[in-house]
């Protein structure tokens, strides 16, 4: 991934955070036919570190788990809040005119070796982790064992779980660092004043971006 310095998010416990915030991410494998693509949500465990465990789980149907070269790191890639910026948010268009739209976003890249697990005891523990974490928001939190037993057995005969131990985060935040404080600003009442899907959140890092670089 191409990271300008300006963009580099090299703080784990923020890439951390926004893997567990968004924990829907596209896997990347090398299969025999070439690069395959996943989307699967993935739970991170902070052991060992400094960068953690990822663990999920995929349909038995899927070729992924079977077809990968071992030999090889796969890829998970983290989506994180992202904003299509005009141009005419920035203060200096007014200026010089000088300005073109963008678009910004975060993202975080998750390498490492992707080991398979075909064990009924280990992929109910993970169900049951990745369930509590994605369920912690509501006033009723469902968990695994609200279902019958008998029933979730079968389902998980259908599954394989694996997991990745993660070598290598890089961390690219792409909010206006690029831009004077001028255009920081209005682009932050750009993004707060728009209907923009994620434009809140974007706003928020834009924000936090400009005190960073304070």
Known sequence: MYTPKHFEEPRIEVMHELMRARPLA?????????????????????APAPFGTLRGHVARANPMWSDFAKEVEVLAIFHGPDSYITPTWYA????????????????????????????AAWLRAQLEVLTAHNEAGFAQPWSVSDAPRE????????????????TKLTGKWKVSQNQPAQNQASVIAGLNNSDLRDAEAMAALVAAGAKRAQ
């Open 92 to 119: 200096t268009k007014q200026e010089t005119g000088k300005v073109v739209p963008t678009w910004n976003y975060a993202v975080v890249h998750a390498y490492g070796t992707l080991r398979v697990i075909d064990d």
């Open 151 to 166: 029933y979730t057995e079968k389902l998980i005969k259908a599954i394989v779980g694996f997991e990745i131990i993660i």
């Open 26 to 46: 596209t896997l990347v494998t090398l299969s025999s036919g070439g690069l395959t693509a996943n989307h699967i949500p993935l739970h991170l465990a902070d």
